[in-house]
């Protein structure tokens, strides 16, 4: 619970209350506030069911009414994640007339061939055990402080690595035929991290960072090219060093594009959460093409 605030906290209305519960039979419930609008309450459905990690298996349910406007407007709602779910992008929906939808996180809602019957929930024998209250200023400031620590602890180890790599490489293969290879893997290597690793590039120092290696590494590639007579191995330097500081260049941009459209950050680990962090991914993903 505490993940999901700290994840969309700056999409959260301040002031917002969570109460944590108990039952006798060993669930867990929790009682979102009354403001808390359909889309938010869609995404907490499925990241209580797949959070980030975390490895559990669990059912989820959650019940709201419908508040926007659309075919489940003030309709009492049965929201789920189906057992055989393999898109992890939507949420299912039973109405209280026990229509059966399936609400995606770009808003589009159609109808499913799931015949779940609408019902309330049982067993409301419970003992409080928290609330939680939305403090936007705090949250934003803990999260953004706390992670960033984290990152460039992990942006540091990661770029030692990659220098060692480069090194190593170079003592170890500098009169080899595999030489060019390693050369070429280490460069692959970095846009690979660069792509899933996405958090680091959220933090401008740490982005600035990311360019500066990338650019030694563009650099060294330039040497290489120039100093090595074999054109074919040259040239495979040549692209995998490019696509670090071509990723970065094209990442840069498009992120802030796909904020200024979304109103927040991309996400490209799974489950995504829209079609247009899909989009966004496979952009990048297909940069060195």
């Known amino acids: 619970m505490r993940q999901w605030i700290d994840l969309y906290s700056k999409d959260l209305e301040d002031g917002l209350t969570f109460q944590l519960f108990n039952n006798d039979s060993g669930y867990t419930i929790i009682q979102a506030d009354y403001r808390l609008d359909n889309e938010s309450f869609y995404f907490l459905i499925n990241y209580l069911k797949y959070p980030e990690s975390i490895e559990y298996t669990i059912d989820v349910e959650g019940f709201t009414i419908g508040k926007d406007d659309n075919q489940l407007k003030d309709k009492a709602l049965l929201v789920y994640i189906s057992p055989s779910d393999e898109e992890y992008d939507h949420v ?135 100093e090595f007579s074999d054109g074919n191995k040259a040239d495979l330097v040549s692209i995998g060093t490019t696509m670090p500081i071509f990723f970065l260049l094209l990442q840069r941009p498009l992120r802030f594009a796909f904020k200024g459209i979304m109103g927040r950050e991309p996400v490209v680990e799974k489950p995504v959460p829209s079609f247009a962090d899909f989009v966004y991914f496979f952009i990048l993903w297909m940069s060195p093409c």
């Open 92 to 226: 299912l929906v039973t109405t209280s007339e026990n229509e059966n939808f399936k609400v995606d996180f770009g808003g589009k809602i159609t109808e499913t061939s799931e015949a779940k019957i609408y019902r309330l929930p049982n067993n409301l024998t419970y003992e409080a055990i928290e609330t939680i209250v939305i403090d936007k200023r705090m949250n934003i400031e803990k999260v953004s402080e706390e992670r960033t620590d984290i990152l460039a602890k992990r942006f540091i180890i990661i770029a030692a690595i990659i220098i060692s790599a480069y090194v190593l490489a170079f003592l170890i293969y500098n009169q080899s035929d595999n030489f060019m290879k390693a050369n070429y893997t280490i460069a692959f290597a970095v846009w690979g991290w660069l792509v899933f690793d996405y958090k680091i590039l959220q933090v401008d120092r740490l982005y600035l960072g990311s360019v500066a290696l990338a650019l030694m590494i563009f650099i060294y590639g330039y040497v290489l090219d120039h």
